[in-house]
């Protein structure tokens, strides 16, 4: 037999323990959970089988005797009949057959009752799977000892069955040392096969604890100095197991406290209907405790009897509609652990609601390990990996069911699910707001506007996360996942991007908890896009490019869960002792959804295709007319002879129809964008211009830059020549933009709405174009996200400022740091509270040429020394939040770092400035003047003077007339310049630059002052644009230098070109 020829060979004692060692190195999972396990340093603990992990067969005897009318104990002493030489340890030694036991053993309890007795039927339901199942109690204790890093082992009296097979009903992977009698041939109470189990196990006898039933056993134990147990009951066993550990075999079941005041269930009722629904024979009382997981459903542990289980519930009181489905979960998990998905057995569904006051279900307590924190502490790298590789993994499994094969086709709607989901969880954040959140309300409008194209349908299980699931002690495998109450049928990618909640949410958050702060190469945790790519690869399927959306309807969801329990936390309903302080976090949860809304609209934006000049048609631009010619019936180019070379193929796009077909669909939706948004506010927004917070940016315009930003249109200025990668805007053209940037000068409020606004576009251009990394992590990307803002300080009330080398601040190295001094004044923006970056131009070197002298240098706002004067108004306009600052600027520091390009390069910097940003005024100006004209049709139109209407006077019609030629000479030379600036560069551009400034503010000056005489006095008051329009038209005479400074150029380069 294998045990005499083990105990005659040490040298295989020896082999055997250095292949168990080995064994149990490699088994690492357990190992990370070693800790000091308290009292004695035990290391190990022995099971026996019958008696102790399953029911022993003196007790089973006991009750078969009963139900066969054969004399109580005739199987018991049968047993030990003969001692070690009687039949039954003969066949626990593996020396005789199941069948020649039988027969000597029938024989022997037929000759004790004189008469005949059916051993073989007491043998098969000794041997039944009904009776031969390991009582849960050790199952648990099991799973405890070995999370804690000590080993278990059996060792079993048993026997070989008439299939070959030794009879070990037990998953073999939770002992470490398996040690069976019939295959060592030697029994308990015999010390050898103690001494063969410690071997195998490699311990001394006083690093163990042995668990038997029967006295003798424990006897030989403690005479080999083995700590002992006796088992009468499990129960009590392992409290007596817990106490010599020192650690809880059972109230580690994790996160399980005493059932709260407020979700208390009545026992009796509860015991009598487990009694009677499972037929649970319970002589003990029944133990109940609350999971603390189940924000929604309140879930309980019982354990009865020998049975653990687990109930659910819904929670009490009024619910809102379609919530706490309860018995969908039961059918989805019975249908699912059909299809192989691992879920807890479910046992019993009770729709009654006076048994425990609402309807519940049962389930099979299933031990194992849940997660709580996602960053896994006390794994190895490799085990989180592997932890969350079995994540996916199940994840696929669940969306690869076949729906119709496990009778779920009609457990959700086919197709739609994204769309119906945002409706049910509008819903339900609705039945339950509390307040107004102002990314609750963005999402709601954005996230049915960018809804995915297509979506696949499968099982979802809408609140897939790692805390959901069940994991195998020791190995990296999910046992069960849990909490099906989201369930449905639906789109897959939806449970995919939920299972990622974690990566974007901080360690420190309450419930939900995150890494986003953490080193995931370091935790050895897959990335968001490993993980996606894990799960497409697995799945077969293509990734997708609309992650975003799908995380902003993920914490979307998860803030309107947020709401609920937080709304029923005020009533008294919700099942969370937390959950006051979940509903405080919907807010947050709410403004990272509306990041992912963000993030979308920069996608969106960032995919638009750059797009070189090139020939196409161009139409009339007419704003809400057809184009008056046919797409392609003309093209020309205007470039002028002199500069047809570079760009001899390309023509000017003259009207937006004859945009590309992606910047077209961009310019419809700003255009969109700006009647749903933008031009309806106009009058609430000129409400807070007069009011006392008007020095406070207004939140209407925050909450639409949000809103912009969503839409991707944001950042639409950077032209594709400064941004030749499209890393910080849409990469348009100049001629593009000219379009769109039109559009935006429609409305006074507009360009900030899309972060297109001057001063802090030309100054984000000039970080882009000169900037060190340094300062464009400081202040461009900040600028970009529309955070901050900026202004630009050139301009000094005692000098004339129209002639940029006059200026006479200066810059001056001391101690390694500039310091600065110099008045300036009509600086744009410096009132803005938002305003942390002054770009000041000062002198660095008076004594070098003329050009040389000025420097660029970035002066935080903060910075000791700027004293703001007084703001400046335009014809008594504050232009308010930022208005036009008189500033000084008194010693103040600032780190040399600051300095753009380098000390004397501020006139070029200056110049580059002043490319496209002048052009931009231009645009806009092109847009104040259709708005003003529109209006004043408009008006005319039903405006009634002297009998009949004041369209039908000729001066009103010549108005029209002149105003609509203005406007059109006008938009083709800003075009023209715009185009030149793409196709030759903004220095061959300086022409068509100087003359577009010189002719745009007062041609709009001109069409708004028409517009103005045909409102009437109406047309001078706040109660339409006209006036704030007129005020700027005229403004920008000045700003960017002044109508005689451009005029001086053109003349110039007139001259140049004719001589
Ligand atoms: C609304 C607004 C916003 C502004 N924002 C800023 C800002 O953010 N930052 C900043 O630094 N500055 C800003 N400015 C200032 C603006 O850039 C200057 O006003 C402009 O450069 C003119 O300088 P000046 O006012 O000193 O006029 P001056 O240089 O004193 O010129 C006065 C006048 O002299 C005449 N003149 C000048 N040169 C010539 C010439 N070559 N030929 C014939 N006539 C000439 C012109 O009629 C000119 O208007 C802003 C101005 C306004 C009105």
Not at 820 to 844: E, S, V, Y
Not at 887 to 896: D, I, L, S
Request: aromatic share 8%; charged share 20%.
């Amino acid at each position: 037999m294998a045990v005499r020829r083990l105990f005659q060979s040490s040298c295989l004692q020896w082999a055997l323990r250095a292949a168990f060692l080995k064994h149990v190195r490699c088994r690492t999972w357990g190992t990370y959970q070693r800790t000091h396990h308290g009292g004695r340093a035990y290391r190990a603990v022995i099971f026996d089988m019958g008696g102790v992990l399953i029911p022993s067969p003196g007790r089973v005897a006991a009750e078969w005797e009963v139900q066969n009318h054969i004399p109580s104990g005739t199987v018991s002493r049968a047993l030990l009949e003969g001692g070690e030489n009687g039949p039954w340890m003969r066949f626990m030694r593996g020396e005789i057959t199941m069948e020649n036991f039988l027969q000597e053993f029938g024989r022997l309890c037929s000759e004790m009752t004189q008469t005949s007795v059916p051993v073989d039927s007491f043998f098969s339901l000794l041997t039944s799977e009904r009776v031969a199942k390991q009582f849960p109690v050790m199952t648990e204790a099991i799973t405890h000892i070995r999370a804690k890093g000590l080993q278990t082992a059996v060792l079993s009296n048993n026997f070989y069955l008439p299939n070959g097979k030794s009879f070990l009903p037990l998953d073999r992977k939770q002992f470490d040392v398996i040690v069976e009698s019939c295959l060592e041939g030697v029994c308990k109470p015999d010390p050898r096969i103690y001494k063969l189990c410690l071997e195998r196990l490699g311990l001394q006898p006083s690093e163990s604890i042995f668990l038997d039933d029967l006295g003798p056993n424990l006897k030989t134990a403690t005479s080999l100095g083995i700590r002992t147990i006796k088992v009468n009951d499990p129960e009590t066993a392992i409290k007596e197991l817990e106490a010599l550990l020192g650690f809880t075999l059972r109230v580690g079941i994790p996160n399980i406290r005493p059932v709260r005041k407020t979700m208390e269930i009545p026992q009796d009722s509860l015991e009598k209907y487990l009694r009677d629904s499972l037929g649970i024979q319970a002589t003990g009382s029944l133990e109940l405790l609350q999971f603390d997981h189940g924000q929604s459903n309140p879930t309980y542990y019982i354990r009865l009897a020998n049975r653990q289980l687990v109930l659910r519930k819904k929670p009490p009181g009024i619910l809102l509609p379609f919530a706490h489905a309860i018995e969908r979960e039961f059918r989805i998990m019975k249908a699912l652990a059909n299809a192989g998905v691992p879920v807890p057995k479910v046992l019993d569904l009770c729709e009654d609601s006076s048994v425990i006051g609402t309807p519940f279900y049962l389930m099979e307590y299933c031990p194992g390990l849940i997660y709580k924190d996602p960053s896994l502490p006390g794994l190895e790298p490799s085990q989180r990996r592997a932890t969350y590789t079995a994540m996916n993994r199940v994840l696929c499994k669940i969306h690869r069911v076949d729906l119709q094969a496990v009778g779920l086709g009609d457990y959700g709607k086919q197709g739609g699910y994204i769309p119906r989901q945002v409706q049910t969880w509008l819903k339900q954040y609705r039945a339950s707001e509390t307040g107004t959140i102002p990314a609750m309300e963005r999402l709601i409008e954005w996230l049915p506007l960018h809804l995915p194209s297509q979506q696949r349908t499968t099982v979802v299980h809408g609140d897939f996360r790692l805390d959901n699931l069940l994991f195998h002690p020791e190995k990296p495998e999910v046992l069960a996942v849990l909490d099906w109450e989201l369930s449905t049928l639906g789109d897959p990618l939806a449970d995919v991007a939920h299972s990622c909640l974690a990566h974007y949410l901080p360690s420190s958050f309450p419930i939900l908890r995150g890494f986003v702060d953490c080193d995931l190469t370091q935790l050895g945790i897959p990335t968001v896009e490993e993980y996606f790519r894990m799960y497409c690869l697995h799945m077969g399927i293509p990734p997708i490019k609309n992650w975003n959306f799908y995380m902003a309807f993920s914490f979307f969801r998860v803030a309107a869960i947020l709401q609920g329990v937080y709304k029923r936390s005020l009533t008294g309903q919700a099942s969370s002792a937390n959950a006051e302080q979940t509903g405080k976090l919907t807010e947050l949860i709410a403004n990272l959804a509306w990041d992912f809304a963000v993030k979308e609209g920069f996608r969106i934006f960032k995919e638009i295709p750059a797009t070189k000049p090139h020939t196409r048609s161009h139409h009339t631009w007419s704003r809400s007319q057809a184009p008056l010619s046919p797409p392609g019936t003309r093209s020309y180019s205007s470039v002028p002879e002199a500069s047809t070379a570079g760009a001899s193929k390309e023509a000017l796009v003259i009207s937006p129809e004859g945009l590309s077909p992606p910047v077209r669909e961009l310019y419809h939706r700003l255009q969109h964008f700006m009647e749903q948004h933008v031009f309806p506010v106009e009058s609430e927004l000129q409400g807070h211009q007069a009011s006392a917070d008007r020095w406070n940016p207004s939140p209407l315009i925050e909450d639409l830059k949000e809103k912009a930003k969503a839409e991707g249109l944001w950042n639409l200025f950077l032209p594709l020549e400064s941004d030749p990668e499209k890393k910080y805007g849409a990469g348009l053209t100049n001629v593009e933009y000219a379009h769109l940037c039109e559009l935006m000068g429609m409305s006074l409020c507009a360009p900030e709405i899309f972060n297109c606004s001057a001063p802090d576009t030309g100054n984000m251009e000039l970080l882009v174009r000169y900037g060190t990394e340094e300062q464009k992590a400081r202040w461009l990307h900040p600028l970009l996200e529309g955070k901050i803002r900026s202004c630009f300080a050139m301009t000094e009330p005692q000098v004339a400022s129209s002639d940029a080398t006059n200026i006479e601040a200066s810059i001056q190295e001391e101690d390694g740091f500039y310091v600065i001094n110099g008045h300036k004044w009509w600086i744009t923006g410096i009132l803005d509270p938002r305003c942390q970056l002054c770009m000041f131009m000062g002198k660095t070197d008076p004594l070098a040429p003329r050009h040389q002298q000025q420097s660029v240098l970035l002066v935080p706002m903060d910075s000791p020394g700027i004293n703001i004067i007084r703001s400046l108004t335009v014809f008594g306009l504050e232009d308010v939040p930022g208005g036009h600052g008189e500033v000084r600027f008194e010693h103040v520091r600032v780190p040399k770092e600051n300095m753009v390009l380098g000390p004397g390069r501020g006139f070029e910097i200056a110049q580059g400035r002043l490319g496209p940003g002048r052009i931009h005024h231009c645009m806009r100006l092109i847009g104040f003047s259709e708005r003003a004209l529109a209006l004043m049709k408009a008006r005319v139109k039903s405006r009634v003077a002297f009998g009949k209407p004041l369209v039908e006077q000729g001066t009103v019609l010549a108005d029209i007339a002149q105003s609509r030629v203005e406007i059109e000479q006008a938009r083709l030379l800003v075009l023209k310049a715009a185009h030149l600036m793409d196709v030759q560069g903004n220095k061959a551009a300086a022409l068509d630059i100087a003359m577009i400034k010189m002719v745009a503010p007062s041609m709009a000056y001109r069409v708004i002052d028409r517009a103005i005489q045909a409102f009437g006095a109406a047309g001078l008051s706040s109660d339409y644009p006209l006036a704030q329009f007129l005020a700027w038209a005229r403004a920008l005479r000045f700003a960017d230098g002044p109508d005689e400074v451009h005029q001086a150029t053109v003349a110039k380069l007139e001259l140049k070109r004719h001589p």
